[in-house]
């Protein structure tokens, strides 16, 4: 919801004064991941590893071009939990500060998974394991709660192939099927606000394992067990392409009522075919409208876990390859490889919500165009001595003669393309029947 801004005075000239110094807002050009995928209605992320970060031009990529972190290492169990009850937050509360302080989301990775877990862990027996775990999913989720937009509760909890069982691991083999079910529990109670995920790999098409995994969040939803999100990795390369009913397979999990994130894109590859096939996962997350967001796993190539492979979007020289062209592009943004943008187009429509003996509330509507907008503004022209005493959704400047206002978003104006908003007034007749007139609609 846009921020809600009253303002009330006893004369429109009084009105022009408070709203002229107050409105500032300055629309983004959609001309990099972070601002395109807002236009869509999404984030854009990276995987972060916390010693990376006082590099400046990893840094100066990071804080231009994404709106969301994943900590790639440093929220394991390994990292936070080396030993039992001994709990360390030191190298992932850098990157949730370093986050906080540009307005990024963080998704917390990973709670309960087989792997980077400390050998302590599987030493116990089933009654203390059951403990070690819920503790440390509440200690963790404790820690960050509030702070973290997604937390992935559990990864990688089935096997590869076609036999849809369980992967062996510790909670598994010592706990049953029943963990991945108490560890969402545990979660939903340690921080009610964050999105709870299960999260996997080799699940990004129609198969067994995703057949498995769809089984369990339908049950999961049918017995009213806590989860909100299934996050798929979709790690790819040429042995492991980007399957062909990969949109199919994310739109049949978002109609089980959970949300949709692409959690750990990589691409391994380079020129114009990396580039497509980027390009298909993108339009495949904007056409599932449960689809929040994309990460991709790693701001470069050069730290990237395969980096052989160079699966990411900027090369080791932090310079943006095709494949960031073509995200940006498929994303609707104006910039990079170009071939998106243009366009940019609203309308603006006006219709009466309520009235009363001496006054009215005005509402209008704006919707984008056939492309994503990040920014828009119209006026509104009154009748004389009509007054504006109130306005929501939006701000409003006045000009000299207090009977013309131009509104403006009053933060976030992006809107996908074809979507809409609203804005409000309210307006003393003073005596005047007519009608406000709304001027034409300019988007950026
Ligand atoms: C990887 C990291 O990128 C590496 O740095 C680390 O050595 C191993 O783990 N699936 C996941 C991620 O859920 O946590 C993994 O990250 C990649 C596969």
Redesign the pocket.
């Known amino acids: 919801m846009y921020l809600t801004r009253v303002l009330r005075a006893a004369t429109a000239g009084l009105v022009a004064a408070t709203a002229l110094a107050a409105a500032a807002h300055t629309a983004e050009a959609a001309d990099t991941l972070g601002s395109a995928a807002a236009g869509q209605g999404r984030y854009f992320g990276t995987?972060v590893?916390a010693n990376h970060l006082g590099e400046s031009d990893y840094a100066a990529t990071l804080d231009r071009e994404f709106t969301s972190v994943t900590p790639?290492?440093e929220m394991?169990w390994d990292a936070t939990e080396p030993t039992r009850g001994g709990f360390t937050f030191t190298s992932a509360d850098q990157i949730v500060s370093h986050a906080q302080g540009r307005g990024m989301d963080v998704r917390g990775?990973?709670l309960v998974?087989h792997?980077?877990l400390p050998s302590w862990v599987s030493t116990l027996a089933a009654a203390d394991l059951r403990a070690a775990m819920n503790d440390h999913i509440t200690q963790l989720m404790t820690h960050w709660k509030g702070e973290i937009h997604s937390w992935?509760v559990v990864?990688?909890a089935f096997q590869d192939g076609s036999s849809g069982a369980r992967r062996s691991s510790p909670f598994q083999d010592k706990l049953g099927d029943g963990f991945i079910e108490e560890a969402f529990r545990t979660a939903r109670a340690a921080d009610p606000a964050a999105e709870l995920c299960y999260?996997?790999?080799n699940t990004d098409g129609v198969n067994a394992k995703s057949d498995a995994v769809y089984a369990m969040v339908k049950d999961f939803k049918a017995r009213g067990v806590p989860i909100d999100c299934v996050g798929f990795?979709s790690?790819f390369n040429s042995a492991s392409p980007v399957p062909a009913d990969y949109q199919a397979n994310l739109q049949r999990f978002a109609d089980l009522g959970v949300d949709v994130q692409i959690?750990?894109l990589d691409i391994e590859g380079s020129g114009t075919a990396q580039a497509a096939s980027y390009g298909t996962v993108v339009k495949a997350c904007l056409a599932v409208s449960r689809c929040t967001g994309i990460t991709v796993?790693?701001v470069t190539d050069k730290y990237?876990?395969?980096s052989g492979g160079t699966p990411l979007l900027f090369d080791a020289d932090y310079a943006a390859k095709p494949a960031y062209d073509a995200v940006l592009a498929a994303l609707g943004g104006t910039g990079g490889g170009g071939g998106g943008g243009g366009g940019a187009a609203c309308t603006a429509t006006y219709s009466t919500d309520a009235q009363w003996n001496d006054g009215y509330n005005g509402k209008v509507t704006i919707t984008a165009g056939d492309s994503a907008i990040s920014g828009w503004t119209t006026t509104v022209t009154l009748t004389a001595p009509q007054q504006v005493t109130a306005v929501w959704n939006a701000t409003a400047t006045w000009d000299g003669s207090g009977n013309v206002m131009t509104v403006e978003p009053s933060w976030n104006g992006s809107l996908a393309a074809g979507a809409s908003t609203s804005f409000g007034f309210t307006v003393a007749k003073n005596g005047s029947g007519a009608v406000p007139a709304v001027g034409t609609c300019a988007a950026s």
């Open positions: 995987a590893a790639e290492n394991k990775h990973t998974w792997s980077q992935d990864n990688e999260n996997d790999y990795q790690h959690t750990e796993w790693g990237s876990w395969r």
